[in-house]
């Protein structure tokens, strides 16, 4: 059963337009939520998260949009560059967990930029 | 190094034999997480450790897999009698603490590949 889905495998977008990743949750105990970024062979990073008191999260170039009634959220990248290029995972933490191994993920997204 | 050091990047092995996959976290990080991704899925978690406490082990998939961290810093992850379905790539993470707000800073993965 998983509790964090990214139903979009791939996604193809424009350079310069807007990326919009989706990702829905079942647990409604999350209360943490967060985006990684992955490039081929190398670890993922952390990008940028956002608490369940709020319902967006900006920095710079990315926003994070959380929908609680709808247990989902998005992430934003405008305008889109090559180098966003990559496969983004979306996690979520429950209250009575701590640390990364309360961290539920997705199965990702590979976002490909057009030039 | 600066960042969380992985060794072997690449491993093939044949079934049935043992695997040691190496984490050296970043220097002043007391948590240390080790998780697997295999073809298709997302991150799952394996293993957690915080400073001197008792390892959770939840997300060991086996008694096949264990884990240790040695003096609070380096940690081995070993698979005993590997079988296929072990094949993916394992990626180590530190912490400075074991916080959900802790940024978790990735490896690059261990690829491991069972023949």
């Known amino acids: 059963d998983q509790q964090v889905k990214q139903n979009s495998p791939s996604l193809s977008v424009q350079e310069g337009r807007i990326s919009i990743l989706n990702c829905d949750y079942t647990n409604s105990m999350f209360d943490y939520f967060l985006w990684y970024k992955k490039y081929p062979a190398e670890g993922p990073t952390f990008l940028i998260s956002i608490s369940s008191i709020k319902d967006k999260n900006e920095d710079g170039r990315f926003t994070v949009f959380l929908n609680k009634s709808a247990k989902h959220l998005s992430l934003h990248i405008v305008p889109s560059q090559p180098g966003d290029s990559a496969v983004y995972f979306c996690a979520a933490s429950a209250r009575s967990g701590g640390g990364a191994d309360g961290l539920t993920f997705g199965k990702g997204t590979h976002l490909i930029i057009q030039p | 190094g600066a960042g969380v050091s992985q060794s072997p990047s690449n491993k093939v092995t044949e079934k049935g034999k043992d695997v040691e996959l190496r984490c050296d976290p970043i220097s002043g990080h007391t948590a240390l997480y080790w998780y697997r991704q295999s073809l298709g899925q997302g991150l799952e978690f394996l293993i957690y450790f915080q400073g001197n406490s008792a390892p959770d082990k939840s997300g060991l998939p086996s008694d096949r897999f264990s884990a240790e961290r040695t003096g609070g810093s380096v940690s081995t992850l070993t698979i005993q009698r590997t079988q296929q379905e072990d094949s993916a790539v394992y990626l180590c993470?530190?912490?400075?603490?074991?916080?959900?707000?802790?940024?978790?800073?990735f490896g690059e993965g261990s690829w491991l590949t069972v023949v």
């Open positions: 993470a530190s912490s400075l603490r074991h916080k959900n707000r802790d940024t978790i800073y």
